[in-house]
């Protein structure tokens, strides 16, 4: 396939680094000398200087032969102007926007965005994005990631284990034994930074963090069986009012209306503008996150949760291990450069939102061939989460899962069978127009895409 972006920034850096490393042909288009010299140096792809709305530069790019256009440069008008030139002048099939500003996105103006207008095939808006990824976190207190998959029957939690964690030191398969009415599935861990792909004889360690997949019904048992208990947070101070934090509170507000919400933020402006746009019950405060006075006055140390969304990550880990220290037992912090990842768990932070990571997971999915319905990249390079149709003629159909050649790093998670959620086992047999949810390492992705492609005689 191929794929030119536009803009090499950190989102479109790590979005031709998953495309490239699965030998897709991949341009990368950006007006800074120095951000596409970095890209062409780290990664095998094409880099090219200038913008990526321009028809000169898209010509260069190889536009009339592009399958996919990927525009995620800074400005969303580039963006936009970027897909109807690949539209109009060299009839790229699919593109891709990323858009922050809201008031594209107001239901008034829905129909901006169609092939008589505006041809944007997908829009995405990573603000959006990372306020319904941290809403889903909220949920699930003691997680460290929850995404949902088939119609939302399947869950996929992101749990740490802690030294009192009563199933660490357990051989795997012995899990069913001791909660034989507990639909899950260990999908992989990560120690020590490194993937652990693991077989039925190995055992969960303190400190590892695992992801496995359960029936939404059963998320507070899972939860409880890896001594996660902590009541769900009704209590909940964000750090910082930008555009995140106010599609945050708003959903709080809608969706959860026995949980109350205080929001500090320091320009003025900016706070008096997010005051008016919620209801009363949400109390705005102005100030520094960092001033230990606004902290006490916004009763972290009486909150659940905080939740630190400010511009800038190093405020937003200082002011979470503040939090914490004022009582505060669990602190969500948002943080955009992947070199602090591995040290905020160690300082205390409980949980690190990467919207780089949530945008490429939504881009992810629409890149994704064969039947693949959804797409969630877990941690940084560990793997992905799919959810895949199983259409009649796909090679898997009517194979029991102990019979399908798969990489030990290729895990069926969960299957959506008539509406019910089926937890697999090895003579688990594949049914046409199953959904199944399936993790795979990174470097197994195209081996799982293949797995549910559809055959030409299908048509």
């Known amino acids: 396939m191929k794929v030119i972006i536009c803009g090499a920034g950190q989102v479109g850096f790590h979005i031709a680094k998953y495309l490239a490393a699965e030998n897709n042909d991949v341009t990368v288009i950006d007006q800074s000398e120095e951000l596409v010299r970095k890209i062409s140096d780290t990664l095998e792809v094409k880099g090219i200087i200038g913008f990526g709305s321009h028809p000169d530069v898209l ?188 599609f945050l509170a708003e959903e709080i507000n809608k969706n959860f209306p026995g949980v109350t919400t205080r929001l500090v933020e320091a320009d003025p402006e900016r706070a008096r503008y997010v005051a008016q746009k919620l209801p009363k019950k949400s109390v705005v405060l102005r100030g520094d996150v960092l001033d230990p006075e606004l902290l006490e006055e916004a009763n972290v140390g009486n909150a659940e949760a905080v939740v630190a969304l400010t511009n800038d990550d190093e405020t937003n880990i200082l002011s979470s291990l503040l939090a914490k220290r004022y009582g505060c037992p669990r602190a969500l912090t948002l943080i955009n450069k992947s070199t602090y990842n591995s040290l905020v768990s160690e300082l205390g932070v409980d949980v690190v939102i990467s919207p780089r990571m949530t945008t490429v997971s939504t881009i992810l999915h629409h890149v994704r061939r064969g039947r693949i319905r959804a797409v969630h990249s877990l941690s940084e390079g560990f793997g992905e989460v799919l959810e895949a149709e199983a259409l009649e003629t796909a090679p898997i159909v009517g194979k029991a899962i102990k019979d399908i050649a798969m990489p030990a790093s290729v895990v069926f998670g969960a299957i959506l069978r008539d509406g019910e959620v089926v937890m697999p086992r090895a003579n688990t047999v594949i049914e046409a127009n199953d959904r199944i949810v399936v993790f795979a390492g990174s470097e197994q992705i195209k081996k799982v895409e293949k797995m549910f492609a559809v055959r030409l005689e299908y048509f």
């Open 59 to 246: 010509q260069q790019a190889g536009a009339d032969e592009a399958d996919m256009l990927i525009a995620v440069t800074f400005a969303d008008e580039v963006n936009m102007t970027a897909c109807q030139v690949a539209h109009s002048l060299f009839n790229v099939p699919t593109k891709i926007a990323r858009i922050r500003s809201q008031t594209y996105l107001q239901p008034e103006w829905a129909s901006l965005f169609g092939r008589d207008k505006l041809p944007i095939d997908v829009v995405i808006s990573p603000e959006m994005e990372v306020a319904r990824a941290v809403a889903r976190r909220l949920q699930a207190p003691g997680a460290f990631d929850m995404i949902p998959f088939a119609d939302d029957k399947v869950k996929i939690l992101g749990l740490r284990c802690n030294e009192d964690c009563p199933v660490i030191n357990t051989p795997l398969r012995q899990l069913h034994q001791l909660f034989p009415d507990l639909n899950i599935s260990i999908l992989g861990m990560i120690r020590d930074d490194k993937p652990v792909y693991p077989k039925g004889d190995d055992q969960m360690l303190a400190g590892d963090l695992v992801y496995l997949a359960v029936s939404s019904d059963q998320v507070s048992r899972a939860m409880s069986a890896f001594g996660h208990e902590d009541p769900e947070a009704r209590r909940i101070v964000i750090f910082g009012g930008g555009n995140i934090a106010l």
